[in-house]
C-alpha cells in the first residue's frame, strides 16, 4: 500500500474495547470447508482461484470481530451473512438498474418468508433461506424487521451507487456520505446485535433520535475508514464516483492526500459526537443499563473492522478481489 495512505490509516483510533470471539477458528473452517466448498461449490466450482481469494477474505473472523461474545450456533447465520454481503457485494459491483431490483426483490422475499422457492432466480437463494431458518429460532418478528429494513438500506445505497457510476459523476460529500452509510451494510448487522445481547429493547428505544445517530456515526465512522484504505484500489477499478475520499478531491480541487486527510477530519469529528451521545445518553427508564450495553457492543465494531480489514488483500489490493467476468458468470 502507498506508505502515504498506510500514514494516513494509522491516524484512525478508537477509545474503545476489541475483543475476538473465541469460535473465530472454527467459524472460519466452516466457512472454508463446509461452504466456500462445499454448499456453495457450484458458485465457483471450476475457480478454485476465486474461492481462495474468498477464503482470504475471513470472513468469520471479521464476524467474530463484531460478534465477539455470542455463542457458536449464534454466531453461524452471522458468518452466512458475512460471506453472502462479499457474493452479493461482488456481484452488484457490475450488475445494471435491473438486475439489482432483482436480486433486491428476491432477497429480502426470502428473508421476510414470502418468497415461492420454484419462482427464485438468483443463485444465493439457497444461502439465504438457509439463514433465515437460522435466524428465526433466535429473533422474534420484530428484531427480523429491523435486520430486513438494514438490508433494504442497503440495496437503496448500492442503487444510489449505479446511479453515480453509470454517469460518471460524484454526488456531493455529503450525499457520497449518505450513500455509503447506507451501502457499507453494516446496519444488518447492528440490527443483529439482539442475536448476541439476547435483550430485545422496545421499538421506542430503536427509533429515538439518539439510538439512531449513533449507529449512523458508527457506520460513518467506518465507511471514512474504509474510503482512504479502498481509495487506490477503487482508482484502479474505476469506482471513484461512490468513495468519499475522490468526492472530496473533485469538490475541492485538492490533493489524493489532502482528502484522505480530510476524511480523517471528518471521523474525527464523528468520533467526538458519538463520545459525547454515549457518554450523556437520555434517560431510558428501566432499560437504561441495555441500553448503554447495546452502545457499548456497538462501539466495538470500530476497532474490530480496523483491526481485521488492515490484514485483508481484498481491502488494501486490487489482487484481493475476485475477477469481475468471473463473479458475473458464476453469479448471473
Not at 467506518?222 to 472530496?248: H, P, R
Not at 484522505?260 to 445518553?281: G, M, S, T, V
Amino acid at each position: 500500500m502507498n506508505p502515504v495512505i498506510t500514514s494516513i490509516l494509522s491516524q484512525f483510533h478508537y477509545p474503545f474495547p476489541m475483543l475476538k470471539n473465541t469460535f473465530a477458528g472454527a467459524m472460519q473452517e466452516i466457512t472454508e470447508q463446509h461452504w466456500i466448498d462445499g454448499e456453495y461449490l457450484a458458485l465457483y466450482n471450476n475457480d478454485p482461484l476465486t474461492r481462495k481469494k474468498y477464503k482470504m477474505t475471513k470472513t468469520a473472523h471479521i464476524a467474530s470481530q463484531w460478534f465477539p461474545t455470542a455463542s457458536a450456533e449464534r454466531l453461524k447465520p452471522v458468518c452466512r451473512l458475512m460471506l453472502w454481503t462479499l457474493y452479493n457485494d461482488d456481484r452488484c459491483e457490475e450488475c445494471n438498474l435491473h438486475e439489482l431490483h432483482l436480486v433486491r426483490d428476491q432477497s429480502l422475499e426470502i428473508l421476510k418468508g414470502t418468497a415461492a422457492r420454484d419462482e427464485l432466480t438468483i443463485p444465493l437463494a439457497g444461502l439465504l433461506f438457509t439463514l433465515r431458518e437460522e435466524l428465526v429460532q433466535f429473533l422474534p418478528e420484530e428484531s427480523m424487521n429491523r435486520f430486513i429494513s438494514g438490508l433494504q438500506k442497503y440495496f437503496d445505497g448500492l442503487e444510489q451507487e449505479l446511479y453515480y457510476k453509470v454517469r460518471k459523476e460524484f454526488p456531493s460529500v455529503e450525499e457520497c456520505l449518505a450513500i455509503r452509510e447506507d451501502s457499507l451494510c453494516l446496519y444488518p448487522f447492528l440490527e443483529l446485535l439482539d442475536l448476541e445481547t439476547e435483550v430485545f429493547l422496545p421499538a421506542s428505544i430503536h427509533q429515538h433520535h439518539t439510538i439512531k445517530r449513533l449507529k449512523a456515526l458508527a457506520v460513518r465512522m467506518m465507511a471514512c475508514f474504509n474510503e482512504v484504505q479502498s481509495v487506490l484500489k477503487d482508482e484502479a477499478t474505476g469506482a471513484i464516483y461512490y468513495n468519499v475520499v475522490k468526492a472530496i478531491q473533485h469538490q475541492r480541487n485538492i490533493s489524493l492526500e489532502k482528502a484522505c486527510l480530510e476524511a480523517l477530519h471528518i471521523h474525527n469529528e464523528y468520533l467526538r459526537e458519538f463520545q459525547y451521545l454515549q457518554d450523556f445518553l437520555p434517560d431510558f427508564g428501566s432499560w437504561q443499563d441495555a441500553v448503554t450495553n447495546r452502545i457499548h457492543y456497538i462501539s466495538m465494531t470500530l476497532n474490530g473492522w480496523k483491526s481485521i480489514s488492515s490484514t485483508l488483500d481484498r481491502y488494501n489490493s486490487i489482487q484481493g478481489f475476485p475477477d469481475v467476468q468471473t463473479v458475473k458468470q458464476a453469479l448471473g
